[in-house]
């Protein structure tokens, strides 16, 4: 069982900056990969960046150059440092977790992209 809890949310001008976090627990096997979700009003949720678990990141075009991924896996905590905020953000952010896939080949663990586990979210709204 995995819990993800996310904070930092919150009102901002366009061109500001957040902070988002997600306190992490639960079988560590369950959250070798991590990543961030939004979802804008009546639109489907978007995965915008992923943490792997040998450290690699990957970031939807959207944000690429804005925001950064980044975990402290001592704290068990996953960050969203967001920057230069645009309207086109506002949306509920959320955390999500997955436990990879094995691969024989290579007899490693790696991230597809597949998370099994999500927080409740997080509110960031840009206003001009």
């Known amino acids: 069982q995995v819990q993800l809890v996310e904070s930092g949310g919150g009102s901002v001008q366009s061109g500001g900056s957040l902070r988002l976090s997600c306190a992490a627990s639960g079988y560590v096997a369950s959250r070798r990969c991590m990543g961030w979700f939004r979802q804008a009003p009546g639109k489907e949720r978007v995965a915008i960046a992923h943490?792997?678990?040998?450290?690699?990141?990957r970031y939807a075009d959207s944000v690429k150059g804005r925001f950064t991924i980044s975990q402290d896996a001592a704290k068990n905590a996953l960050y969203l440092q967001m920057n230069s905020l645009k309207i086109e953000d506002t949306a509920m952010y959320y955390c999500?977790?997955?436990?990879?896939?094995?691969?024989?080949?290579?007899?490693?663990?790696?991230?597809?992209?597949?998370?099994?586990?999500w927080g409740q979210g997080t509110q960031v709204t840009v206003s001009s």
């Open positions: 943490i792997d678990n040998d450290g690699s990141t």
């Open positions: 999500a977790a997955g436990p990879g896939r094995y691969s024989l080949s290579r007899y490693a663990y790696y991230c597809a992209g597949e998370y099994t586990n």
